[in-house]
């Protein structure tokens, strides 16, 4: 394994994915949801065709055993886009991205009730930290913490990015179980097709017509979000899951980069204080699968896609 080489690509991915989410937010005050994951999922196909070519994978791109599965984890992750997307319209850049990092601490919860996997003492206090830090978080929204922005579309934006969290950590326990018998390529053709297919579905009722610039913010998200896949894939090839998963994190101090720099935001002060304690949360998660992991180190996991 080439460890740095494997960090570089993951802290390269979560670049690619803060880009994607600022592109999205560029427009997302004129352009419906349902158009913005159309274009998001329709051109995140490009790059990832080509790479899946260029590897003579293109075939596995569509092949499953398991297509109900498949199905599952489409609809769910796409439920989560759509969720994540709104959220954008109404949320700070730094503060939407903070929401999401709900997820894992959903996934671990999830895990326990649906795949029966054990939660023992420092998990649950790793649980009971992170929610502590969601509920930080979302103080500003519902009109705690003297934030001025706290009103009816604040509140809906937040609670929006607590539905992205959920559908999202749903659909990470899909992919575990697909992981088992289906290839990468596969899992994530399915999820971009199924989105760009409902993206498309709401073209009927819900979409604007886009000038030239917007059309072209709209087509980067896509081609951002499908390098971002590439690049997150390729860094499990080079280094374990549990060495990366603390450079999730780093899309926060992207966030906090772009929304200053592109809308000026600066994120409030228990928005970050409440990320701090989900992010501790997601640390301590991380810690204890590396001792769990530690008696199969030369075991092979699957990247995730």
């Not at 460890?3 to 991915?13: D, E, H, P, R, Y």
């Not at 080509?50 to 796409?78: C, H, K, P």
């Not at 959220?87 to 795949?115: E, H, K, R």
């Not at 989900?278 to 991380?286: E, S």
Request: glycine content about 10%; proline content about 5%.
């Amino acid at each position: 394994m080439n460890t740095l080489l494997g960090i570089s690509l993951k802290v390269l991915a979560t670049l690619a994915f803060s880009l994607m989410a600022a592109l999205v937010k560029t427009v997302s005050e004129t352009v419906p949801t349902g158009q913005l994951v159309f274009y998001r999922s329709f051109f995140a196909l490009v790059p990832l065709l080509i790479w899946l070519g260029w590897r003579n994978e293109l075939i596995d791109a569509v092949r499953t055993r398991n297509f109900v599965g498949q199905m599952r984890r489409s609809l769910s992750s796409t439920a989560g886009m759509t969720c994540g997307f709104a959220a954008l319209s109404y949320l700070p850049l730094p503060d939407a991205t903070a929401i999401g990092y709900f997820t894992p601490i959903v996934t671990t919860v999830l895990a326990a009730i649906i795949l029966g996997e054990t939660v023992r003492g420092a998990r649950w206090f790793a649980l009971l930290l992170g929610f502590s830090g969601m509920i930080v978080m979302l103080l500003p929204y519902f009109g705690a913490g003297g934030h001025a922005v706290a009103g009816d579309n604040e509140a809906r934006g937040a609670l929006l990015g607590i539905a992205a969290a959920v559908f999202s950590g749903y659909a990470s326990i899909e992919v575990r179980r697909l992981a088992q018998s289906e290839r990468t390529g596969a899992i994530v053709f399915y999820f971009s097709s199924t989105a760009a297919a409902f993206g498309a579905l709401t073209a009927f009722y819900a979409w604007a017509p886009v000038t030239p610039y917007q059309f072209m913010l709209l087509v980067l998200s896509g081609i951002m979000g499908g390098i971002g896949q590439i690049l997150l894939t390729v860094s499990y090839r080079y280094a374990t899951i549990s060495t990366l998963a603390p450079f999730d994190y780093m899309s926060l101090i992207w966030a906090v980069a772009l929304g200053f720099v592109l809308f000026g935001d600066i994120p409030h002060w228990l928005v970050l204080a409440g990320a701090a304690l989900v992010i501790a949360a997601g640390m301590l998660v991380i810690l204890q699968e590396r001792r769990a992991d530690a008696p199969r180190a030369d075991a092979k996991s699957p990247p995730p896609p």
